[in-house]
């Protein structure tokens, strides 16, 4: 029984780690320098329409379990004798814990946040301010959960191969 728990948690610690790896990654090398080129009140529009949509219950979960999921994983694993593989998981959820989730709390969802309450400048030149300030900085943010999600993914990967399970 714990070891079928055990895998169900690598497994969807896994799942869930390497669909937010993929996101920032999307986020960071494709849609942010797709918006750059477009005007920026066309930039700022299609971000506020992002972070509204992107507020749903699938991806808040996927966003918000790897560390949980990852923890239940490195609990199941101890208790099952896999003291490296449990470490390793363990490891992992603080990895996106702190690289992940803090930024996201604070910095990248207040500046979406902010975003959100800004009315898009009708004139070019402010529009284009507004989204510069934005841009530079929400994506170098995003480009640290990104390489978070990597390393924890990565620390999940060695954990299942040690287990072997």
Do not use: H, K
Request: glycine share 10%; charged share 10%.
């Amino acid at each position: 029984m714990t070891s079928a728990l055990a895998a169900a948690a690598v497994a969807l610690a896994i799942i869930t780690a390497a669909g937010m790896a993929g996101s920032f990654f999307v986020f960071s090398a494709g849609v942010m320098p797709g918006l750059d080129a477009a005007r920026p009140a066309a930039a700022i529009e299609t971000m506020q329409s992002i972070n509204r949509r992107i507020q749903n219950p699938v991806f808040i979960a996927v966003f918000l379990l790897p560390p949980v999921l990852s923890a239940a994983a490195g609990a199941l694993l101890l208790a099952a004798g896999e003291g490296a593989a449990a470490a390793l998981f363990l490891a992992a959820g603080g990895v996106y814990l702190v690289g992940g989730l803090v930024p996201s709390f604070a910095v990248n969802i207040p500046m979406n946040d902010a975003l959100d309450r800004t009315a898009v400048p009708a004139d070019a030149p402010d529009a284009a301010d507004a989204w510069s300030r934005y841009s530079g900085r929400w994506t170098a943010w995003n480009t640290v959960r990104a390489v978070a999600s990597w390393a924890s993914l990565l620390a999940m990967s060695l954990g299942l191969y040690l287990w072997g399970g």
